[in-house]
């Protein structure tokens, strides 16, 4: 594929800015990693709401774009090369955005793999692991009887927590001076974790000093409230 009108999610979510990026997504963890990034960096963008309620994510247009069915995904119609480019998971959105503008990654190639690791240190446990928390705890997990899953899981995100606190001991941003896709990675879950989830007290979040002063210099950025609420749901 090489241009926008190729990709046949355009069909479903037509472009009214096609020579923008066009991010398909909702205001989830994972999603809003997306649009923080994208209103940090002030790329031109077009938002288009994916109802992962109404099931959307698993529409056949947008399964043509990511076929795990998931948010978010985004096509760049000015990719490498000048050709369309589209992209799920976001984590590799994150790299994908920091490398074409320049911006929230470090430039020499310690501090990028370093950064990198702590990118897929979200994707590959906080997320995983608070996400099941907020099953057992505030979804359909919260009616099941044995609540052994739920302490598993809050045992665990108590435990990952403290590894983020300790990482953030004398830093301000996880890579230190320089708030970067690390921090953009990670701020969605951890608030989500404690305002959504309703799991500040099972997990004991107060605990967590460093984390909590993280969470409020995150949450103090202009593109980060904005990227919060984008998409904006009907």
């Not at 995100?157 to 301000?172: E, I």
């Amino acid at each position: 594929m090489s241009t926008l009108a190729d990709f046949p999610v355009v069909r479903r979510w037509p472009a009214t800015h096609p020579d923008r990026i066009q991010l398909y997504s909702l205001n989830t963890p994972n999603g809003v990693k997306a649009s923080i990034m994208l209103e940090e960096t002030g790329l031109p963008y077009e938002a288009h709401l994916v109802d992962i309620m109404k099931d959307e994510s698993h529409l056949p247009e947008f399964l043509a774009l990511n076929p795990n069915g998931k948010i978010p995904a985004m096509i760049d119609p000015d990719g490498p090369d000048g050709k369309a480019l589209g992209l799920f998971e976001s984590g590799a959105i994150l790299m994908y955005l920091a490398e074409k503008s320049g911006k929230f990654m470090p430039s020499d190639a310690a501090g990028r793999w370093e950064t990198i690791q702590w990118v897929f240190f979200q994707m590959a446990s906080i997320g995983p692991m608070f996400g099941q928390v907020g099953f057992f705890n505030k979804f359909a997990g919260k009616a099941y009887e044995d609540k052994r899953p739920l302490q598993r899981y809050a045992t665990e995100s108590q435990r990952l927590l403290g590894v983020l606190d300790g990482r953030l001991d004398g830093r301000d941003w996880i890579m230190g001076a320089d708030y970067g896709i690390a921090d953009i990675a990670t701020l969605g879950w951890v608030n989500n974790l404690i305002t959504f989830y309703e799991a500040r007290e099972l997990v004991q979040f107060d605990r967590y000093a460093n984390v909590a002063a993280w969470l409020e210099r995150g949450l103090a950025r202009p593109a980060v409230q904005r990227g919060l609420a984008i998409p904006a749901r009907g």
